[in-house]
């Protein structure tokens, strides 16, 4: 048998996290892809184990400076469901509300300065705005206001400080919050200018019989509640995840891959994966824009990613637009509770996809153990199907080695992965027989 | 009198504080503290400036690492001067450089920028700025102002 040909690819960029891919090549054919993690274990489960549930969100929150809502919320409802705690439609609402937030600053961040590049050859948002400053500004703009909102109403754009068990530590001044009004009007035409723009990118053909998985929820698109949908037709509440998902350990990375428990098969996660899924609780204007720019009613391009990201961009502003004009600070910040032994689990949706947690409390509300399982981790083994079978009929084309390492590049940030949720860079290595 | 925009980046961490010790010394000396924004990342630069104030003059105040002694002084005009300098900073961060060429792609920035920089030697977290720093602060802080009023 022949033995493997090495080919070192240079650092990938704008994509967040720290981690490598190897594909190695045996007899002209890829044989084998790696999406390789190597940033060391971040252990945060393990740091939560014995603290006051109190201090949860906060410590979750910083596994990652893009998502940290994500990991609020997902922490603040499995320990509601822990201890019982039923919050105030109210509260509820404000916290969709720093979803909103979430959802547009990093969304915003992955379509101009992260993904877009890639549709104009360009190696960097900074070379993108050189062509298009006004989409780029206007970019910048609508992440803005996202940051601006999640000021507000979280304390600071950043890892923000106001979200706890049962509610808010406060809630947000009235005037604060309709200040951002005319904003946020201005960013739903915005956000849908940016579908338009877009839509209208050059996508390389590449479809897969995908398994999407996301929330589904009968009222509203899908953020902190719902039951796990996928494609093939699962319908199961969160509490249930374990019975149809589980994490495996691979060689090649620090991270646990997910897959589905029964068939040990990947399944994908995401805005193309939501909008797949939920798209007729889409907001008016988004579902305006989806038979607008022909979007297909079950998108297998991951490619296309970016269309999804800009609906729910406009999703985002819109529902946002509709929580500011209706805030009513009356209510109460938060619902008290007494500690009690449990365990709780909770997913909501993180711009990359589904995050799920799980806490036992002790009766004095320390963590006795916590588990964490966000959308990366998950997309992982779809991540590595996908550059085989995409660089397989790149090859088959004939393709140049460099021309498939920006490929491979490419196809990986459609993902908009957060590897180990905390970005820097990823390298791509080649191994090839002669 | 028009006066220039005045940025101190930096934060409560040591002499990183250097961008802040300037901002509040012209503050003290009578400078418009409108005039006067103090920011954490070099990336907020792109919230605070925009096309209405394309056309004005921007100085920025920062702390940087280097071969220096603590407390010397580096004063740049960009994009004339490549921003050569250092500061510790996190994985997601936007270097000052890229920040200035993005909003100079954009034309939000203006055409020219002049940027301070104070060699820093402790980034202890919460600890004061040291004595070299807190000198060199006020010496820029009195180079601006007389720097604006001989203008």
Redesign the interface.
């Known amino acids: 048998m022949s033995s493997p040909d090495i080919i070192e690819v240079p650092i990938l960029t704008r994509v967040e996290g720290?981690g490598g891919v190897t594909i190695r090549l045996r007899d002209g054919a890829i044989e084998n892809v790696e999406l390789n993690i190597y940033e060391p274990p971040r252990l945060f489960e393990a740091l939560l184990r014995g603290r006051p549930l109190e201090d949860t969100p906060d410590i979750t929150a910083r596994i990652c400076?893009?998502c940290p809502v994500a990991y609020q919320m997902s922490s603040v409802h499995a320990l509601e469901a822990a201890l019982g705690i039923q919050i105030t439609p109210a509260i509820r609402c404000l916290r969709r509300l720093l979803y909103c937030g979430e959802w547009i600053e990093s969304h915003a961040l992955h379509i101009h300065l992260l993904h877009a590049p890639d549709f104009f050859g360009a190696a960097s948002?900074?070379e993108l705005?050189?062509r298009f400053?006004d989409e780029?500004?206007r970019g910048?703009q609508l992440k803005?206001f996202g940051?601006r909102l999640l000021e507000v109403l979280g304390g600071r754009a950043i890892h923000p400080i106001n979200v706890r068990v049962g509610g808010f530590h406060r809630l947000p001044n009235r005037d604060d919050m309709a200040s951002l009004i005319p904003h946020f009007e201005w960013g739903v035409q915005a956000a849908a200018e940016v579908t338009r723009w877009v839509a209208g990118f050059p996508f390389p053909s590449f479809e897969q019989p995908y398994e999407f998985v996301s929330l589904s929820h009968p009222d509203e698109y899908p953020m902190n509640e719902g039951d796990i949908v996928s494609s093939t037709g699962l319908r199961i509440p969160v509490s249930e995840y374990d019975q149809h998902f589980v994490e495996e350990h691979v060689a090649h990375s620090t991270a646990l891959h997910a897959v589905r428990r029964d068939q040990r098969t990947p399944y994908f996660l995401g805005p193309l994966a939501r909008v797949n899924l939920n798209r007729d609780r889409l907001s008016p204007a988004a579902q305006r824009l989806v038979d607008e720019v022909g979007f297909p009613p079950h998108c297998c391009n991951p490619f296309q990613s970016i269309i999804a990201r800009g609906l729910e961009l406009v999703h985002a502003y819109e529902e946002a637009l509709t929580i500011l004009r209706d805030y009513d600070p009356s209510g109460p910040a938060h619902i008290a509770y007494q500690p009690q032994e449990g365990c709780g689990c909770a997913a909501t949706e993180a711009p990359r996809g589904l995050l799920f947690h799980e806490y036992h409390v002790d009766a004095d509300g320390k963590i006795v153990s916590g588990r964490i399982i966000p959308p990366t981790s998950q997309n992982q083994r779809q991540i590595e199907r996908d550059v085989t079978d995409y660089l397989t009929g790149r090859l088959q084309a004939a393709a140049s080695r460099d021309e498939m390492a920006v490929d491979c590049e490419r196809l990986v940030r459609t993902y908009d992965p957060c590897i180990s949720c905390?970005?820097?860079f990823l390298k791509v290595r080649w191994e090839e027989s002669s | 009198m028009t006066w220039p925009l005045i940025v101190g980046l930096g934060s409560h961490h040591g002499d990183d504080r250097a961008g802040w010790l300037v901002l509040k010394r012209l503050q003290e000396l009578g400078y418009p503290g409108g005039r006067l924004v103090t920011l954490q990342h070099p990336a907020d630069l792109l919230d605070v400036i925009d096309t209405e104030q394309a056309e004005q003059t921007l100085v920025i105040c920062d702390a940087c690492v280097g071969t220096s002694q603590p407390g010397t002084i580096h004063c740049f005009r960009w994009p004339t001067d490549k921003l050569v300098y250092q500061r510790p900073s996190g994985s997601h961060d936007l270097s000052l450089g890229d920040v200035m060429e993005i909003g100079r792609r954009l034309r939000c920035f203006p055409e020219m920028a002049q940027i301070w920089a104070v060699e820093a030697d402790s980034w202890l977290a919460g600890s004061e700025p040291s004595a070299a720093v807190q000198s060199a602060a006020a010496r820029v802080a009195d180079a601006i102002w007389e720097g604006h009023h001989h203008a």
């Open positions: 720290e400076g893009i948002g900074i705005a050189q400053p780029i500004k910048l803005k940051n905390s970005t820097h």
